[in-house]
């Protein structure tokens, strides 16, 4: 079954401190696999789309890297500020659909940056 | 602003009733596809249609229909309504129906509360 795993489940830091969220998978076939904030009570916003061959994208001071061979990715935020504060979903497309459609999502890492 | 819009914002119905939402997609996309969140879970896929046409669906129940229609906006209607349909129903939408690298353009979203 296509699976997309991600960590931590929550994390607080303070802010101006970098973090790094993971984000493994086990899609099959892979076709690209995509980072999202989502602000509480609104829709996912697109941060990176990465296609196998790209093993980095940067937006901002977000930074996200993908292993295609070990099916992982992580996404780096770097001089965290309070605006961060969010989830953070990892979905992973699949060249074929199925019932979860071509889009797998992971659960989200829930940030909480501090002042 | 992403350009997709929800209707109505939140709504508030009892147990066995019926409800529609609504959604604009982004001018342009023919895309449209609908999730289901409930609290702290990840986003469910329900279905996806493609210029008026169903193109996947999800774990969609029996109870939920959805159409696209001739000018693009789709409506996920919900009937027989129980507790557990409580959640927020994001509609998303993208330029192509396949899964090359549109990005998905969420809503805000409808907060369904069933009492």
């Known amino acids: 079954k296509n699976q997309v795993e991600q960590s931590p489940q929550s994390l607080i830091i303070l802010e101006g401190k970098n973090c790094t969220l993971q984000?493994?998978?086990?899609?099959?076939?892979?076709?690209?696999l995509r980072w999202y904030k989502q602000d509480t009570g609104r829709g996912p916003v697109s941060l990176t789309i990465?296609?196998?061959?790209?093993n980095t994208k940067s937006n901002g001071r977000y930074t996200a890297t993908l292993d295609a061979d070990t099916k992982q990715s992580s996404l780096h935020i770097t001089a965290s500020q309070l605006s961060d504060s969010a989830s953070y979903i990892c979905?992973?497309?699949?060249?074929?659909?199925?019932?979860?459609?071509?889009?797998?999502f992971g659960k989200g890492t829930k940030l909480s940056v501090k002042p | 602003d992403s350009g997709v819009t929800q209707t109505p914002k939140h709504l508030i119905t009892a147990t066995g009733q019926r409800v529609t939402l609504r959604c604009s997609p982004r001018?342009?996309?023919?895309?449209v596809y609908w999730y289901q969140q409930s609290l702290d879970q990840g986003l469910q896929f329900l279905i996806q249609?493609?210029?008026?046409?169903?193109?996947a669906k999800g774990n969609i129940l029996e109870r939920f229909s959805a159409q696209q229609f001739p000018d693009l906006h789709s409506e996920l209607n919900l009937s027989s309504l129980e507790l557990g349909d409580s959640a927020l129903y994001f509609c998303a939408s993208s330029t192509r129906g396949d899964r090359g690298l549109s990005p998905l353009h969420f809503g805000n979203g409808t907060r369904l509360t069933v009492t």
């Open positions: 984000c493994n998978y086990t899609v099959s076939p892979f076709s690209n």
């Open positions: 249609y493609y210029n008026g046409e169903e193109r």
């Open positions: 979905v992973v497309s699949a060249i074929r659909g199925g019932s979860q459609g071509n889009l797998i």
């Open positions: 990465m296609t196998f061959s790209e």
């Open positions: 001018s342009g996309d023919l895309s």
